[in-house]
Nanobody
Framework: QVQLVESGGGLVQAGGSLRLSCAAS????????MGWFRQAPGKEREFVAAISRSGDATDYADSVKGRFAISRDDAKNTVYLQMNSLKAEDTAVYYC????????????????????WGQGIQVTVSS
């Protein structure tokens, strides 16, 4: 198990940027594939981005491609989500997720495949 804590959310104007961080506990962070999901009011949780253990493989939802970037720093046990050109429709609670895997280059894009979740952090984009 790994404990996840998100930070970096808040209120930003449309067109602005935010960087979310997700700090993980434990000494085996490098053994986890990581992902970001979001849930807007009245909507189901949806995939945003994922990164493999190695950091060499990433995946993005079509709605954020070219605007968001996921990265990881295993020395700091942290995964990041850089969000640029934010839109009002990006407003949601953003969740970090982690899944232990033996495969270094697999990305996990389905919420059903994650067993470790953070508490979530609010991102609000004003138009």
């Amino acid at each position: 198990q790994v404990q996840l804590v998100e930070s970096g959310g808040g209120l930003v104007q449309a067109g602005g940027s935010l960087r979310l961080s997700c700090a993980a506990s434990g000494r085996t962070f490098s053994s986890y594939a990581m992902g970001w999901f979001r849930q807007a009011p009245g909507k189901e949780r949806e995939f945003v981005a994922a990164i493999s253990r190695s950091g060499d493989a990433t995946d993005y939802a079509d709605s954020v491609k070219g605007r968001f970037a996921i990265s990881r720093d295993d020395a700091k046990n942290t995964v990041y989500l850089q969000m640029n050109s934010l839109k009002a429709e990006d407003t949601a609670v953003y969740y970090c997720a982690a899944e232990y895997t033996l495969r270094r280059d697999v990305v996990v894009a389905s919420s059903n495949d994650y067993t470790n979740w953070g508490q979530g952090i609010q991102v609000t984009v004003s138009s």
